[in-house]
Every structure is written in structure tokens, then in C-alpha cells.
């Protein structure tokens, strides 16, 4: 037993991660999810605002984190629609422009009444990062000139009054890294008081709650988080619940279980290999 | 390669592609597995008096207007027989291809757990390659025409690619500057001025060292000095003892403190600086676990993105 698992071939680990996170998914196994006192935090940054506030929406990610970050991302453009808010999206990563076409799809599907230039808007990619940020916090016309469908602002009703990002109400942010979270709250919450809440990467998620609650109104750490941030939206919003589309975290998070079980499992095994090895004179 | 190892790796292949196979034909059998069907939405823009553009019915639609069809996919669960039939549904010939591309190279990507292999080699090169190009396209039309040229040129921007942009300011003579410090980086292409591109480069590390100076010092060190100096006795809303709010308050000032201890290398760690060194390892050993576990979160997350896609856009299981 002792030597068959120490020469296990380590793509045996694959496999039954494979199958770890596959037979969930095709089972379409789903568990209930108890909303955290973190999600509740960013549930209601958004849910206490009065009905159409401005809430800019930067979504700083690529398809390389899209499974861990777009169900968030997704969840807060239906939360924002229910809301009847007004999104003014944007991206400093040349591959969150995508990421933010699928935030607008949703909407014209899912939210037929809402009307381009009225209730959402979309800036284009800009290069430069925390420049960017610095920038539009003073001029956002200086850094964007034209939407993405290359309309002047001044011709747009959402955005003809707004200066910069000092009037909005809210800022969202789902970070996959640099630019991202850290940004935000360097050149935008801290020095002017904005108030902001970040969807992020498991990675970034230890970094981020120190800024929790001063900097930041609230982070939402990976899919678990998501998850959590679905049912209280469902709890509140009876359509969202009823989409199938709304539930893509929540759905995410069976296949988490069996797999976090399996690596549990893999590291006891481990740790009990090497204790024997060492007990036998091998370590 | 030893002989077990290549028997294990010629099982562990047997077993994903049996797996493979078995899902593949069973799908192929009961759905449209790979397929990628449409349906078909006319849009049409009329110019008013004012010359602006108002939407139209795109069945009366002009050669003045401007009139185009868009197409939205169709999830399988929804594709029904009379919209095949009805010709209100079509397949899409480039998405199914790009469908299957999609899929091809996700199993390329993954085939890399077995071990480096050609297949791998060559999506890893697509991933660099389109990337690189997409950034560089991006970056041309998102950034250096609307921010640099428009400045520039905005009378000639308008009228070339820009219709929408607001040409009534006139040139902004200040954006000559960074037009020179382009050019100036570009130097380093050549031969003989390369080091001229140094200039330019020294500029850049200079702004993005002040920036980044100014948000640390701002956001990570002031500001997280006064969230870390917080009552050590907690009450609630109404007036009462929160024991549970002191005991996190409590926690957060050793955590803090004792993890500082461990990085002041300027006393040697014995007696009670020590034992604080040596608690602060503790509570950063714990931080360093949890942020174990969110990586194993959001890689599993990413897997059973990729495998959700496979399954359900792909083969129809889900």
C-alpha cells in the first residue's frame, strides 16, 4: 500500500480530479448557500443605493479568470439592472473589453427596456492603469473622449453631466490582478472618499480585507463569495432566481465541494506517506 | 521512461479517451452535439431632418439607411423543431467551426497534465500569438487614434475614423509630447540611436514610481496604520458587550503586532521578542493557508469552467 501510493503516477491525481470536478457538473449538483456577512456587505452597497445611481463598473479580468470571475461580474450587471441603475462599464485590461460585451448582452436580452446611452454605457480599453484611474477621477472626458460605439459624451443623456468618476454613487470592480482592486482603492476609494466594492480573484481576496471597512465597502473572494452574492440577489429578486443564466456560481460550487474533499483527502494521504517514509528511515 | 511509467501512461490515455468516446458518440446520438444554431435580427437607422439617426423598421429600409442583421445563438434547450423548420433558427457555420476550435484547443491545453506534447506546444503558441495581436489592434484603435492622433488631429480623425468625436476643440498642441517620446522609443529599433529610447523609458519609470509612490503611501501605509488602531472593547448597538467584535478586535491587534515583531530583525528573537516573533509565524502561516485555499478555489473554479463548457456548449450533456 505504503510504496504503491509513493510511486503513484501523479496523473492518477488528475484523473480523479477529472472526475472530481466532472461527475458534479453532470450531476448538475447544486447546494444551498448561506449568504456571508462579507457578500451581505456588497449585497447592500448596492441594494441601499437610491434607485438609478450612477455605478461605474471596471471590469479588470480576461478569459484566463473568466470562470472564477465572470459569474460575479454577471451577478452584480443583474443586481444593477433590477436596481434600475445607471452602469457606466469600462476596463483597463485590453481583454476585459470582452468580458464587459457579455455584462452588456445580458442586459439587452435579459433587460430589453433598458436603453444604450440612457442606462448603461460602455468606455472602451484604455491603456495605462492607475493613470487611467488618477485621470478620470479628475477628467473623464480626458481619457475618454468617445464611448465604445465612438459617440462623443457630450452627445450621450448618461453621460452629457457627469465630469468624472467623483459623481458616481458606486464603484465596482472584479479584479483578476495589476491594474485592478488595489488600484481602485489607491487612486480612487482612499483619495477621494468614493465609495467602492471589488469582486476578486481567490489570489487577491487575503490582500483585499484589509482594506475592508474604510477603503472598501465590501470584496467578494472567489466563486464561493459569487455564489453567496446569487442567493442573497435571489432572495430579494424572484426573476433573477427563476433565470437558470443567474446561477452559474451557485452551480460552480458543487463540483468545489467534492474536489476540496478529494484534495483534503490527497493531503492527508500525503502527509501519511511521509510520516511512514520518515518513520521508516526514507524521508 | 521506465516500463510501469509507460504502461500507467498508456492506461491513464485509454481511460480519458474510452471516457471521451463513450461521451462523445453518446451525445452525437441524442442531440446536436458541436452544433451552433441562430436566429436572425434585422436593424435599420433612418437620418432625420436634424441628421441624426432614429431607428426604422428594417423591412421599409432604404439604400440611405443604414440596415444590418445581428444573430443571437440559440442554447440547444431552447432550439425547437418548428424553429428549424419555420427557417427562423440556422446553423452557423463559423460558430460551430469556431465551437469546435474552442473545444480542440481546450483539450490541447489540458493534454499538457499528461505531459509536453506537440498539441500543447501549438496552443500555447496560438494563445501568445493572438493575444499579442488582439492587444496590438486594441491598443491602436481604444488608445493611439482616440487619445493621441484625435488630439492631434481631430479634424482629420473625425472625418477618416472617428465620425462621433467632437472636433470643435482643435488641436492640443501639449500632446506633442508624448508624440515625441513615442518616436523616441521607437529609437531603440535602430542601430545607431538606440540609447535614445532611454530618455523616454526613464520618463515612464519616473511617473509610474511617483504614482505607485503616492497610492502605497496614501492607501497602504497611512490609511491601514489608522484601520489598525481600533477599540479593544467592542459594544453594540445598543450599549451592550459584544464579545464577539472585542475578541476579533483583539485578535487583529496580536495578529498585527506579533507578525511585526517577526520582521524587526534589529533584536535578536530570544525571551519574550522571541516567543512574539515566533506567535507572529503562527498567524502568518495561518494567512498563508487561507490564501492556499482560495487558490485552490479559483483553480478549480477555472476547471469546472472549462469542463462546463465541454460538456454543455460543446457536447450537449448539461
Not at chain 2, 292 to 316: N, P
Request: one cysteine or more; glycine letters at 8%; proline letters at 4%.
Amino acid at each position: 500500500m505504503y510504496n504503491t501510493l509513493k510511486n503513484l503516477d501523479r496523473r492518477w491525481v488528475f484523473l480523479s480530479m477529472f472526475l472530481a470536478v466532472s461527475i458534479p457538473i453532470l450531476a448538475k449538483t447544486v447546494f444551498p448557500e448561506v449568504v456571508s456577512k462579507q457578500a451581505k456587505l456588497v449585497f447592500d452597497a448596492i441594494e441601499d443605493l437610491p434607485d438609478g445611481s450612477n455605478i461605474l463598473l471596471s471590469y479588470d479580468f480576461d478569459p484566463a479568470s473568466q470562470g472564477e470571475l465572470l459569474p460575479m461580474a454577471q451577478a452584480f450587471t443583474r443586481h444593477c439592472s433590477a436596481k434600475g441603475h445607471k452602469q457606466y462599464y469600462m476596463a483597463l485590461w485590453p481583454l476585459g473589453s470582452p468580458m464587459v460585451d457579455l455584462s452588456v448582452e445580458t442586459i439587452e436580452s435579459e433587460y430589453p427596456d433598458m436603453v444604450y446611452g440612457e442606462d448603461f454605457v460602455k468606455f472602451d480599453y484604455k491603456a495605462g492603469g492607475e493613470a487611467v484611474i488618477r485621470m478620470i477621477t479628475q477628467d473623464l472626458r480626458g481619457m475618454f473622449p468617445l464611448d465604445s460605439k465612438g459617440v462623443s459624451l457630450d452627445k450621450i443623456p448618461m453621460t452629457k453631466n457627469i465630469k468624472n468618476i467623483q459623481d458616481m454613487d458606486l464603484i465596482v470592480n472584479v479584479s483578476a490582478g495589476d491594474p485592478g482592486t488595489k488600484q481602485w482603492v489607491q487612486f480612487a476609494a482612499t483619495p477621494f472618499g468614493i465609495t467602492t466594492v471589488s469582486g476578486c480573484t481567490g489570489v487577491q481576496a487575503p490582500q483585499m480585507y484589509p482594506y475592508i471597512p474604510e477603503q472598501l465597502a465590501g470584496v467578494l473572494g472567489a466563486i464561493k463569495a459569487a455564489a453567496e452574492y446569487e442567493a442573497a440577489i435571489d432572495a430579494v429578486y424572484p426573476d433573477i432566481n427563476d433565470n437558470p443564466k443567474a446561477q452559474e456560481a451557485k452551480r460552480r460550487m458543487g463540483p468545489q465541494l467534492v474536489a476540496h474533499s478529494l484534495m483534503i483527502g490527497l493531503i492527508i494521504l500525503g502527509n501519511w506517506i511521509f510520516y511512514v517514509g520518515r518513520k521508516r528511515g526514507e524521508a | 521512461m521506465s516500463e510501469s511509467k509507460q504502461q500507467s501512461n498508456g492506461l491513464i490515455w485509454a481511460v480519458v479517451f474510452i471516457i471521451g468516446a463513450i461521451m462523445l458518440v453518446w451525445s452525437m446520438s441524442t442531440s446536436r452535439t458541436g452544433q451552433v444554431w441562430v436566429t436572425a435580427e434585422q436593424h435599420a437607422f433612418v437620418q432625420n431632418a436634424d441628421g441624426d439617426w432614429a431607428k426604422t423598421d428594417a423591412a421599409s429600409a432604404t439604400s440611405n439607411d443604414i440596415a444590418w442583421t445581428s444573430y443571437s445563438s440559440v442554447p440547444d434547450n431552447e432550439l425547437t423543431d418548428e424553429m428549424i423548420s419555420s427557417g427562423d433558427a440556422k446553423m452557423s457555420w463559423s460558430r460551430t467551426i469556431g465551437l469546435w476550435l474552442s473545444a480542440i484547443f481546450t483539450l490541447f491545453i489540458l493534454s499538457f497534465l499528461v505531459g509536453d506534447n506537440p498539441a500543447y506546444k501549438f496552443a500555447e503558441a496560438m494563445v501568445v500569438g493572438t493575444s499579442a495581436g488582439y492587444v496590438m489592434v486594441i491598443g491602436l484603435w481604444d488608445v493611439f487614434v482616440p487619445n493621441l492622433l484625435g488630439k492631434l488631429f481631430p479634424v482629420m480623425v473625425q472625418n477618416w475614423a472617428l465620425p462621433g468625436m467632437d472636433a470643435s476643440v482643435g488641436t492640443q498642441l501639449l500632446y506633442i509630447i508624448p508624440a515625441i517620446l513615442i518616436v523616441m522609443l521607437l529609437m531603440q529599433l535602430m542601430p545607431a540611436g538606440g540609447w535614445i529610447s532611454r530618455w523616454p523609458i526613464a520618463f515612464f519609470i519616473g511617473i509610474t514610481a511617483g504614482y505607485r509612490m503616492i497610492g502605497y503611501v496614501e492607501a497602504d501605509l497611512v490609511a491601514q496604520i489608522k484601520a489598525a488602531i481600533i477599540p479593544l472593547y467592542e459594544t453594540g448597538a445598543d450599549g451592550t458587550f459584544a464579545i464577539w467584535d472585542t475578541m476579533n478586535a483583539c485578535i487583529l491587534t496580536i495578529a498585527t503586532l506579533s507578525a511585526m515583531v517577526y520582521f524587526f530583525f534589529s533584536i535578536e528573537h530570544k525571551g519574550f521578542v522571541g516567543k512574539t516573533a515566533r506567535l507572529g509565524i503562527w498567524f502568518l502561516m495561518i494567512t498563508f493557508g487561507a490564501s492556499f485555499g482560495y487558490t485552490v478555489m479559483g483553480r478549480i473554479a477555472l476547471l469546472a469552467q472549462r469542463l462546463e463548457f465541454l460538456f454543455g456548449d460543446w457536447l450537449h450533456l448539461i
